[in-house]
């Protein structure tokens, strides 16, 4: 099983639909969580961390579950301009510290 | 917020030369910095952690006499792919973990990116 394994996309949804992106990790020992949006050709950006009791920014709802060990990003009322690849990043912390990125899924708003 | 600049942002060269790619933490310090990988329609594949003051550590499958890192300070490092071929050309992106100051939020600055192509 892959560390990190996220929807095998690509999404093509319509402007103002809501859309949402599961990952799933493998190592339970996983520290830090969050979401990243890579647009084409450019390097990833920080969307959003991911806490333990769920977080809001704006459009956007990032949540965790670490009994299953999968977080998942919701966008609501979704722009033309959220199109982009979102990428979910796993840590581990401590001595050994370890990032893992997963494939990432492509996000197409379409007008 | 945190800046971490990579030169050079593109470079073309021939095969059996060397390519050297500076990542900087212009506003921060950096003791862990990571180099990646990523081709076309891919994730970031984490080749190796660079460790200030001490050697990298690299990911299974990256061969390190080939792609030299350097980590000699604390807001330096550098990756060198060696007698590059065309099969390593490719977009490799840096990104710096701030640990020094303020609280480690284990959020990371990434570079711009430089892509390499190999003739």
């Known amino acids: 099983r892959k560390e990190v394994e996220q929807d095998p996309g690509p999404f093509n949804v319509p402007e103002g639909a809501t859309v949402a992106f599961n990952c799933t990790y493998s190592?339970?020992?996983?520290?830090?969580f969050f979401w990243y949006r890579q647009d084409c050709r450019k390097e990833p950006k920080l969307l959003m961390s991911?806490?333990?009791s769920g977080n809001e920014d704006g459009r956007f709802t990032a949540q965790l579950n670490r009994a299953s060990q999968y977080i998942s990003l919701l966008i609501r009322d979704s722009k033309l301009s959220d199109s982009a690849t979102y990428l979910c990043?796993?840590?581990?912390?401590?001595?050994?510290?370890?990032?893992?990125f997963g494939k990432g899924t492509l996000l197409t708003v379409n007008p | 917020g945190a800046v971490v600049s990579q030169h050079p942002s593109r470079v073309i060269c021939k095969s059996g030369t060397s390519v050297k790619i500076e990542c900087r933490s212009l506003?921060?310090?950096?003791?862990?910095m990571f180099w990646y990988r990523q081709f076309p329609k891919q994730s970031l594949m984490l080749m190796a952690t660079?460790?200030?003051?001490?050697?990298?550590?690299?990911e299974q499958g990256v061969e390190k006499d080939k792609f030299l890192i350097n980590h000699a300070s604390l807001t330096l490092s550098t990756l060198t792919v060696t007698s590059a071929h065309p099969e390593d050309s490719s977009f490799y992106i840096c990104?710096?973990?701030?640990?020094?100051?303020?609280?480690?939020?284990?959020?990371?600055?990434f570079g711009e990116g430089s892509r390499l192509t190999v003739l």
């Open positions: 990104s710096a973990r701030r640990t020094s100051g303020g609280a480690d939020t284990g959020e990371l600055f």
């Open positions: 190592n339970s020992a996983s520290q830090s």
């Open positions: 991911v806490y333990s």
């Open positions: 990043v796993v840590t581990r912390g401590g001595s050994n510290y370890k990032l893992t």
């Open positions: 506003d921060f310090q950096a003791t862990t």
């Open positions: 660079s460790n200030e003051g001490s050697k990298a550590t690299y």
